[in-house]
């Protein structure tokens, strides 16, 4: 496959800490090879920051393979860059072409506070699923794991809803900064298996009660979180969520 | 969790647009309704009758103050719910997102201040000169009698108002935000009350299409039938 080099323009949010201003600042970065992943590429510049005495930019990141959640930037307009159901680490520079321009913001919201430069906190996503999104179990003896007959597509609907890595694209996304992708994600996985059946009617309020504490917006189904979502979470979901709000709020004691 | 808990929390703020929202689409059919009776071509005779009806009987009457309450909510919590969520991104993007989603599923709020706006006018061509006598009485309200009963002359009062082009093209453009409002509105309460089942959202989707065309398409035919002496 014939193989190119890019050049590029880079235009990046550097912004010291919480409680500085931050502003865009231009770089060039030559000879870019088509097929770094975008994070490469920012290591690139980095690299040559440091090298001249420069402060690197700091942004997340881990697996760098598109299952851990931890990337983030919004890069030209669109959470996860220009790609369809694909992280920023699964991002490749052949997306781009010679001499553009690519601008990179970090996610937007006021619920996930800048730390410095590209890297915001989200602490709020780990508090809303600390307010319900699990299942108690008392240990014992490992049961079989046939036992409990569970439909087919019911746990295909749990599994894909599971899907969600709590990137926070979603919330990057929507103009009302809302968290119910997310949210919705995590009901919908365990509200849909037998496991989660106990707890069904507290954790979905506990859970939209931390959320609205966290400070994320509310929904008004304009499908901009569906159509950033690297893990393709179904907007459907938000729906169902509603609906286990709704149930659960009309008949809880 | 309490009531008052339960509508007023992110989603529950929802749900009291969403019940508010279709409460409202109910009152568009009954109001095309009852306004298609100009179409009769009795000179107003049938549709005079039925506004005498809603005006004097006491069930459609009762209706009225919920609808005004109704209305009321909807755009109060509307108005709310929307300066809330822009205060959740204090610093906002350089590059917008505008490829994820239909621009009036985002405009929602100015469609319904243009609605609001188109209300107001609304109210003070047709609900005021016939419910609270004094200003109808300012503006002249013609009346008629039929069979020993007073009937206000609504029919006549639209004629009077349609012979303004400037009011014709208002009303026409409201009917263009009410489109757009309904084309997202409609679909977006039933998710908002929980409709997930894929079947029955595609069902409700086209419906609410279907509802956001063929509606403003009948109250902007109105206007439009006066003004060009369509009816008679
Ligand atoms: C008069 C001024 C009006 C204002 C200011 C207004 C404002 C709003 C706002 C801000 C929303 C929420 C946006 C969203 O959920 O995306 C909304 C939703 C809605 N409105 Fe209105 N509106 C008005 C009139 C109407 C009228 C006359 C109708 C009649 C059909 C209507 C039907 C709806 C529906 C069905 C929804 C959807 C509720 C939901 O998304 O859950 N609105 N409106
Ligand atoms: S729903 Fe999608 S966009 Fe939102 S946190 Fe989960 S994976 Fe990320
Ligand atoms: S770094 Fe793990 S998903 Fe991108």
């Given at each position: 496959?014939?193989?190119?080099?890019?050049?590029?323009?880079?235009?990046?949010?550097?912004?010291?800490?919480?409680?500085?201003?931050?502003?865009?600042?231009?770089?060039?970065?030559?000879?870019?090879?088509?097929?770094?992943?975008?994070?490469?590429?920012?290591?690139?510049?980095?690299?040559?920051?440091?090298?001249?005495?420069?402060?690197?930019?700091?942004?997340?990141?881990?697996?760098?393979?598109?299952?851990?959640?931890?990337?983030?930037?919004?890069?030209?307009?669109?959470?996860?860059?220009?790609?369809?159901?694909?992280?920023?680490?699964?991002?490749?520079?052949?997306?781009?072409?010679?001499?553009?321009?690519?601008?990179?913001?970090?996610?937007?919201?006021?619920?996930?506070?800048?730390?410095?430069?590209?890297?915001?906190?989200?602490?709020?996503?780990?508090?809303?699923?600390?307010?319900?999104?699990?299942?108690?179990?008392?240990?014992?003896?490992?049961?079989?794991?046939?036992?409990?007959?569970?439909?087919?597509?019911?746990?295909?609907?749990?599994?894909?809803?599971?899907?969600?890595?709590?990137?926070?694209?979603?919330?990057?996304?929507?103009?009302?900064?809302?968290?119910?992708?997310?949210?919705?994600?995590?009901?919908?996985?365990?509200?849909?298996?037998?496991?989660?059946?106990?707890?069904?009617?507290?954790?979905?309020?506990?859970?939209?009660?931390?959320?609205?504490?966290?400070?994320?917006?509310?929904?008004?189904?304009?499908?901009?979180?569906?159509?950033?979502?690297?893990?393709?979470?179904?907007?459907?979901?938000?729906?169902?969520?509603?609906?286990?709000?709704?149930?659960?709020?009309?008949?809880?004691? | 969790?309490?009531?008052?808990?339960?509508?007023?929390?992110?989603?529950?703020?929802?749900?009291?647009?969403?019940?508010?929202?279709?409460?409202?689409?109910?009152?568009?059919?009954?109001?095309?309704?009852?306004?298609?009776?100009?179409?009769?071509?009795?000179?107003g005779l049938?549709?005079n009758k039925?506004?005498h009806?809603?005006?004097s009987?006491?069930?459609?009457?009762?209706?009225?103050?919920?609808?005004?309450?109704?209305?009321?909510?909807?755009?109060?919590?509307?108005?709310?719910?929307?300066?809330?969520?822009?205060?959740?991104?204090?610093?906002?993007?350089?590059?917008?997102?505008?490829?994820?989603?239909?621009?009036?599923?985002?405009?929602?709020?100015?469609?319904?201040?243009?609605?609001?706006?188109?209300?107001?006018?609304?109210?003070?061509?047709?609900?005021?000169?016939?419910?609270?006598?004094?200003?109808?009485?300012?503006?002249?309200l013609k009346t008629f009698e039929l069979n020993g009963t007073e009937y206000h002359n609504?029919?006549a009062?639209?004629?009077?108002?349609?012979?303004?082009?400037?009011?014709?093209?208002?009303?026409?453009?409201?009917?263009?935000?009410?489109?757009?409002?309904?084309?997202?509105?409609?679909?977006?309460?039933?998710?908002?009350?929980?409709?997930?089942?894929?079947?029955?959202?595609?069902?409700?989707?086209?419906?609410?299409?279907?509802?956001?065309?063929?509606?403003?398409?009948?109250?902007?035919?109105?206007?439009?039938?006066?003004?060009?002496?369509?009816?008679?």
């Amino acid at each position: 496959m014939a193989h190119n080099n890019l050049n590029l323009k880079l235009k990046v949010w550097r912004q010291k800490n919480a409680n500085t201003t931050g502003a865009f600042v231009k770089y060039d970065v030559n000879d870019i090879s088509d097929e770094m992943s975008f994070l490469e590429m920012l290591d690139v510049l980095n690299e040559k920051l440091i090298v001249t005495g420069e402060e690197p930019i700091a942004f997340d990141h881990d697996c760098r393979e598109g299952i851990c959640g931890m990337c983030s930037l919004y890069i030209d307009g669109k959470p996860h860059g220009p790609w369809q159901a694909n992280t920023t680490c699964q991002l490749h520079m052949r997306a781009f072409k010679d001499g553009d321009t690519i601008t990179i913001e970090p996610w937007r919201s006021n619920a996930f506070p800048i730390v410095k430069d590209l890297t915001v906190d989200r602490g709020a996503f780990d508090r809303i699923i600390q307010a319900g999104g699990y299942v108690s179990v008392n240990t014992g003896n490992a049961v079989d794991g046939n036992s409990l007959p569970i439909n087919k597509d019911d746990a295909d609907a749990s599994f894909a809803a599971a899907m969600c890595i709590g990137c926070g694209a979603c919330v990057a996304a929507c103009k009302n900064s809302s968290a119910m992708l997310f949210l919705s994600a995590k009901v919908s996985h365990l509200a849909q298996l037998p496991q989660g059946e106990p707890e069904r009617k507290s954790r979905v309020l506990n859970m939209v009660a931390q959320m609205d504490k966290e400070g994320f917006g509310s929904c008004t189904n304009t499908g901009a979180c569906e159509a950033a979502c690297p893990k393709e979470i179904s907007i459907a979901n938000i729906a169902r969520l509603n609906k286990e709000y709704l149930r659960a709020g009309l008949t809880q004691e | 969790m309490s009531f008052k808990h339960m509508f007023t929390s992110s989603v529950g703020k929802k749900l009291v647009m969403a019940f508010t929202g279709i409460f409202l689409v109910l009152f568009l059919v009954v109001h095309a309704g009852l306004n298609a009776c100009i179409w009769a071509n009795d000179n107003g005779l049938m549709f005079n009758k039925a506004a005498h009806f809603m005006g004097s009987f006491v069930v459609p009457r009762v209706l009225e103050i919920g609808l005004f309450v109704g209305i009321f909510l909807h755009i109060i919590q509307g108005y709310m719910l929307t300066l809330e969520n822009r205060s959740k991104r204090s610093v906002g993007y350089a590059v917008n997102y505008s490829k994820g989603s239909k621009w009036y599923s985002r405009s929602m709020a100015l469609l319904g201040t243009l609605l609001l706006m188109f209300l107001i006018m609304h109210i003070y061509h047709f609900w005021t000169p016939s419910r609270l006598g004094g200003i109808g009485a300012i503006q002249g309200l013609k009346t008629f009698e039929l069979n020993g009963t007073e009937y206000h002359n609504l029919y006549a009062e639209m004629q009077a108002v349609f012979q303004s082009p400037f009011v014709v093209i208002l009303y026409v453009l409201a009917c263009g935000s009410l489109a757009y409002h309904l084309a997202h509105g409609f679909q977006s309460a039933f998710k908002t009350i929980g409709v997930h089942n894929k079947r029955y959202h595609a069902i409700i989707s086209s419906i609410g299409y279907g509802f956001a065309i063929l509606i403003p398409l009948a109250f902007a035919m109105m206007p439009i039938s006066f003004y060009f002496n369509l009816v008679k």
